[in-house]
């Protein structure tokens, strides 16, 4: 049997395509480990912002106590108690 010889282009045309896709491969599974990053911060993000749903989805079932509503009203709209004195301090102007 004869053997036949592989052109040195087809040699080199070979070579140039294994590392291509040794480099394509590598590439995308960087994209791949980054994306998985990305998406347990989302998906962290999602647990956190479900977790502030629930809790608020409770506070608007429990009502507004008569306290929160005091506090309100006084961080909020600068009211005060009857007989209640409110300092402000004015050496920061």
């Known amino acids: 049997m004869s053997k036949r010889k592989v052109p040195v282009v087809v040699k080199i045309a070979m070579l140039a395509f294994l590392l291509y896709a040794a480099v394509t491969i590598i590439r995308l599974q960087s994209q791949i480990a980054d994306k998985r990053a990305e998406l347990d911060s989302l998906t962290e993000q999602v647990e956190s912002y479900e977790l502030a749903n629930e809790q608020l ?18 961080s909020e709209l600068s009211y005060a108690e009857p007989g209640e004195r409110v300092f402000v301090d004015t050496s920061s102007r």
Do not use: F, K, P, V
């Open 57 to 74: 989805r409770q506070e608007m079932q429990d009502g507004i106590s008569e306290e929160d509503i005091g506090e309100l009203a006084r």
